[in-house]
C-alpha cells in the first residue's frame, strides 16, 4: 500500500549489503547495457549517451526509493517521449538535440522532486488507466515501428515512423538478410532464452557479444554503432536554457506519464512482500535520477519492470544493488570502444523483445465490455497517440482530456 500522505522520511533509512546484492547488481548491469543504447538510440540520440543515463542515475535513485527491488536507468516510454518532444526542436543526434535531451531530463527531474518533497504523490492517481493503457500499446506499436528499418536494414526515406515501417515492409527487395537474421537472433535470445533457460538468463548480453564477433569476422555490410567515446561524463548544467519554455509541457508529461511504471513496479512488488510503499519517496528518487541524468548530458530515466523484477529475482533485499549497477556501467565506460562494431540491428532486437508484450489489444477489448466510457477513454487515446506521432505527448493530453470530460458527465448523470 502506498503511504504518500504519511510523514515518512524521504530519504531511504540505511541498510547493509548483502552478498546477493553484488549478484543482482551485476546481473541488472549486464541487461543495462545493451537496453541503455538501444533506448538512446531511440529517443534520437547517439548510442553511448544511454550509457551516460545508466551511472549515475541508478546509484542516486537507490538511496531515496521506498521500493529495495526498483532499478532505475532508460525506459522505452520515455525515450520516445523524448524523441517526441525534441524531434521538432533539433536535428535528432546532433549537439544541439543531445543538449535539449539534458535540459528535459533536469525539467522531468525538477518536476518530480517537487512532486515528492511537497508530498504530491497522490497525483499518480490522476494518471487513469484508461489513458495509461491506450497510450502504452500505440506507443508500443510506435517504438516496434521505428525499429523495423534497423532490423531489417532498410535505408526509408523521411517520414513518420508508421510510414517508414511501412516503407520497410513493402520493400523487401532493400533488406539486408543479415541485419534481419541479427535482429531476429536477438529477439530470440531475449524471449525465448528467459522463458526456455532461466528467467536470468542474459540473452541481451549474449546478443551483443555476439554481434560484435559476427562483425569483426566476417564482411557484415549493414550500419553499426560506430565510435563510441570512452571515459566518464562530464558533469554541467551549461544547458540551452532558452529553451525551458518549449520543453514545459512535455517534461512535465514525461515526469507524470513517465512516473507510471516505477509507481507500478514499487505498488506491485510491496504488495507481494505485504510491505508498504511511498508514492513520495519514490518522485524523489526518480527526480533525483533525473537531475542526475541532466548533470551527466543524458537523457530522461525512470524504472524498469523487466530490469526491477530481474533484480529481486536475483535476491536483492536492501538497496545497494541499484548502487552496484551503477559502477558497473561507470567501470564499463573507459572500455566501452569494444563495442563501436556492433551492428545497430542488434539495438533494435534488444528494444524489439523489450517492448512487444506492451501491445495489448486484449486489453482494450475487455475495457468496451467491463466500461464502454473506459473504452472510450483508452481509444481515444490510442488512436490520438498513433495520429500525432511523433509528438506522442499530445496524445496523452487527448486522452487526459477526454477522461476528464467523461468523468464530469458520470458526475452529473
Partial sequence: MSDGASTEALVAPPSRPVPADLLAGLSVAMVLIPQSMAYAELAGLPSHIGLFASALPPILAALFASSPYLQTGPVALPSL?????????????????VALAALLALMVGVTRLLLGVFRLGVVTYLMRDPVVAGFTSAAAILILASQLPTALGTATPSGGVLWRAGWSLGHPGGWEMASLAIAATTVLLVLAGRRVVHRMFPGALIAVGGGVIVSRLTDYAGPVVGDVPTGLPSLSLDLPWGSTGSLLVGGILIALVGFAEPASIARVFADEDGQRWSANREFVSQGVANV????SGSFPVGGSFSRSSLN??????????????????????????????????????????????????????????ISPADAVVAWVTF??????????????????????????RRRRA
Wanted: aromatic share 6%; hydrophobic share 60%; charged share 10%.
Fill in 383 to 408: 488512436f490520438a497517440t498513433l495520429a500525432l506521432s511523433p509528438r506522442v505527448e499530445q496524445g496523452v493530453l487527448v486522452g487526459i482530456l477526454v477522461s476528464l470530460a467523461v468523468g464530469l
Fill in 312 to 369: 529481486r529475482l536475483a535476491g536483492a533485499r536492501p538497496r545497494w544493488s541499484g548502487m552496484v549497477t551503477g559502477i558497473t556501467v561507470l567501470a564499463f565506460l573507459p572500455f566501452a570502444d569494444v563495442l563501436a562494431p556492433l551492428p545497430r540491428a542488434t539495438l533494435g532486437g534488444v528494444v524489439i523483445a523489450a517492448v512487444v508484450g506492451l501491445v495489448k489489444p486484449g486489453r482494450l477489448m475487455r475495457m468496451a465490455r
Fill in 292 to 295: 542526475a541524468a541532466a548533470v
Fill in 81 to 97: 517521449l523524448t524523441f517526441g518532444a525534441l524531434a521538432s526542436l533539433a536535428d535528432p543526434g546532433s549537439a544541439d538535440y
